[in-house]
């Protein structure tokens, strides 16, 4: 008998309907033989309606308050899906994050998750029943209501799995995979059989938006093996864990994840000098904007230039800031660019193996495809082009690293 943790995410459970669909594949585990906690989300557009009823009140609700309005749409769906599970005949029973209890930091909106007490957990499936526990949220030490921000229900549902010492944790979503690309963009995608936690982290981090980073951070910090599934088509999806010791078959680059939400910021004639690095980029930091791609260059007059990568919703206050800065230092000028977008290549292959950076440049330029910034790590390449030649990039790359299905049938 294996215990497994299973998390539905809005799409999943997105009507009743949906709901009673859940409840039958829960069901069919369970008389399997398994031990099952299952986590959900709020339905479909819930998260939506309840923000927009805040925004008729107040433009500028505390966050203590959202937070409280936000978690009520998972309590629904805990309740829902236990009635549905009841009614076929199994013994379940609903949890909100605070009941659980799921401990937090306070830091509403984005809260992080401490410590979680699985007594009440461990005991309840001790008596055969089905724990169905509202994901996205948990208390405080003063027990107010938080909530784990983006990808909140992904992590409250490894977080458990680690807690639990679950055989396996299982992220039901609508697509069946993990792919070595976006199907969307490249018809001959191949859904992956399994992946590292390493090469996961690099594709969420880059673009992919199958799973969130800090669902697979946590995952690949406990050794929690994640399985990717869809909540409509039946199959193995795609498992992800740590990396095995087999690299006989093991490909050169494993997906392509990219990324068409950054901008590109350049500061030019700064002085090159010990301190002035920290000066630009710590002020942007400080200022809670998230950096990517980091670029430093130095001309014969020994002047500097630095070029960076934020998320375009940060471009203006970025940009904004970027100038004070460079009129405190004497910089030449400021440069902001919208226009572009980011591709990776991702594979653990790629540590034991030469001439990736060169098959990857020469598919680029094959295509003349201009790089703009390049950023690399152990088993990752990011190259930074304009947004005009993102699809083009993305396909050549994937034919490149022959990533596609090679099945053949007879005509």
């Known amino acids: 008998m294996s215990l497994i943790v299973q998390k539905y995410g809005g799409t999943s459970v997105g009507s009743v309907d949906r709901i009673r669909a ?37 433009a500028d609700a505390s966050a203590r308050e959202m937070d409280v309005i936000l978690s009520t749409g998972e309590q629904v769906t805990i309740a829902l899906l236990a009635i549905a599970l009841q009614n076929l005949g199994c013994d379940a029973v609903s949890y909100t994050g605070g009941q659980v209890a799921i401990q937090t930091d306070n830091a509403y909106s984005k809260a992080r998750i401490q410590n979680i007490d699985s007594a009440k957990i461990k005991s ?19 027990g107010n209501i938080t909530t784990l921000g983006r990808g909140g229900s ?21 697509v069946d995979g993990v792919y070595t690309t976006d199907p969307r963009l490249v018809g001959d995608a191949r859904k992956l059989d399994k992946i590292t ?30 399985r990717v599934l869809s909540s409509f088509d039946e199959g193995e999806g795609t498992l992800i864990s740590l990396e095995d010791d087999d690299q006989m078959e093991r490909p050169l680059v494993s997906g392509i994840a990219f990324n068409k939400d950054e ?41 500097a230039s630095i070029t960076f990568t934020v998320n375009k919703a940060e471009l203006s206050s970025a940009e904004a800031l970027l100038r004070e800065i460079a009129e405190d230092l004497g910089a030449m000028e400021v440069d902001a660019d919208k226009n572009i977008a980011k ?44 947004e005009r030649y993102l699809e083009l990039a993305v396909r050549a790359l994937h034919g490149a690293f022959e990533l596609g299905n090679t099945d053949e049938t007879d005509v």
């Open 154 to 174: 992904d992590t409250t549902a490894v977080a458990l799995a680690a807690a639990l010492g679950a055989d396996e944790c299982q992220i039901y979503t609508d």
């Open 263 to 303: 901008a590109k910021l350049t500061i030019r004639g700064i002085p090159d000098q010990p301190g002035v690095a920290y000066k630009v980029l710590g002020a942007v930091s400080n200022a809670n904007i998230e950096i990517d791609v980091i670029v430093q260059n130095v001309a014969k007059d020994n002047s």
């Open 343 to 386: 591709v990776s290549i991702v594979g653990v292959g790629m540590r034991s193996h030469a001439g990736v950076a060169a098959t990857m440049f020469q598919a680029l330029s094959d295509e003349g495809i201009n790089i703009q910034l390049i950023t690399t790590s152990e088993i990752k390449i990011t190259v930074v082009i304009d």
């Open 22 to 58: 859940v409840a039958e594949k829960v069901r069919s585990v369970v008389l399997q033989g398994h031990q099952l906690v299952v986590v959900v989300s709020a339905m479909s557009g819930e998260t939506n309606r309840l923000l927009g009823l805040a925004a008729e009140i107040s």
């Open 124 to 142: 309840d499936l001790a008596d055969n029943k089905v724990v169905v526990v509202a994901g996205f949220q948990g208390v405080d030490d003063s």
């Open 197 to 226: 936690f390493e090469e996961m982290l690099e594709m969420a981090s880059q673009g992919s938006k199958i799973l969130q980073i800090r669902s697979v951070e946590f995952a690949g910090k406990y050794n929690v093996p994640l």
